[in-house]
Structure formats: structure tokens, C-alpha cells
């Protein structure tokens, strides 16, 4: 078992969430031609509370697409012989959207290149902006999110770990430390 730290709450979360979603609206001066879509697997319940707060706050919806990048990481040939390829289902435009790439913990940025790259399959977006719960840092690419939920310091060799009720049945971020 890994020595873990506790770095967000329930509550906390919510409270990140809640205050990326008026970020969001007001860099965007509303919701109109916005767009939201979760990185499998983290992303996606993670764009869904997002999409949630962002109609508590304007009153409309925002429409809501999941993206699965298996076959666009440049790591899948070394991970596995054979990728598990997941749904995307982006069920609208993005041309000339803003679209607003959702996911978990940004950490070395090669899962958002991917994204980027599977996004490009489906249009062409006006902007793409991007939102994670945790910024971990260690970038091995030139990527940025644009709305952190929490930015935390780590190790290399340490492990962030979004547990979110949808997939783990609680939510909370823990840090997990090498024994």
C-alpha cells in the first residue's frame, strides 16, 4: 500500500468546480458557442459537473461530447499490445465553437496533445481551451490549462489520484507516495 495524502475533498472539489465554471463563463463572456468535452476517463464526469454548474449559472445548457485519444497517444504501442478503444461521441459541430477540453490531472501534457490531435478529426474549433481539477506540473510539452481546480507540487514518481463518485463511488484527490 502507498503512503497517501488527502488534497481535496468533496466539497473541495465542488467549490474548484463551481469557480472553474464562472471562469469559464466569464473569459467567455457567456456560453453561447461553447462547447464541452471530457477525455476519457477522468474528463468525462468532470465536464459533466462542469456542464451542470455552467446551466445553474446561465440558465441554458452547454452541449456536452466524450473523447477517447487510445489510438492518438504516442505511448499506446508501449502500454499494451492491444488498446481498449473507447466511444467518442460528439454529437454537434465544433467548427467555429470555443471548445473547452476537459480532463482529470494535467501531468506531462502527452494526453492533451493526443486530444488535440483526435479533436482535429472532428473540425475545426475557433479556440480550444483547456480545464483540469489538478495541475501536477513535470510538462514534458509546451501545453497550459487555462482553469486548475487545484495546483499541487509533486514528485516525479508520485501519483495523483482523482477518485470521482461516477467511476470510484467517492469523490476526492489524493497524492500517493512511493513506499
Known amino acids: 500500500m502507498m503512503p497517501t495524502s488527502l488534497l481535496m475533498t468533496e466539497k473541495e472539489m465542488s467549490r474548484a468546480l463551481s469557480r472553474m465554471a464562472h471562469q469559464i463563463i466569464e473569459r467567455n463572456k457567456g456560453c453561447q458557442d461553447l462547447v464541452l468535452i471530457g477525455i476519457r ?3 468525462v464526469p468532470l465536464a459533466s459537473r462542469l456542464q451542470e ?5 446561465e440558465g441554458r445548457q452547454v452541449p456536452l461530447g466524450i473523447l477517447d485519444i487510445t ?3 504516442d505511448d499506446w504501442s508501449l502500454a499494451v499490445q492491444q488498446p481498449v478503444v473507447r466511444e467518442t461521441k460528439i454529437p454537434f459541430p465544433v467548427d467555429n465553437k470555443t ?3 476537459v480532463d482529470d490531472v494535467i501531468f506531462t501534457g502527452r ?12 473540425g475545426r474549433p475557433r479556440r480550444i481551451e483547456l480545464a483540469v481539477l489538478v495541475d501536477r ?5 509546451p501545453i497550459q490549462p487555462d482553469y486548475v481546480g487545484l495546483t499541487v507540487t509533486t514528485l516525479p514518481d508520485e501519483h495523483v489520484n482523482v477518485r470521482l463518485r461516477e467511476i470510484d463511488g467517492q469523490d476526492e484527490v489524493v497524492l500517493e507516495r512511493p513506499s
Open 99 to 101: 471548445v473547452i477540453l
Open 111 to 122: 494526453t492533451v496533445r493526443a486530444a488535440l490531435d483526435a479533436l482535429t478529426d472532428f
Open 71 to 73: 489510438l492518438y497517444r
Open 53 to 57: 454548474k455552467i446551466q445553474e449559472i
Open 137 to 141: 506540473g513535470h510538462r514534458e510539452l
Open 41 to 43: 476517463t477522468g474528463g
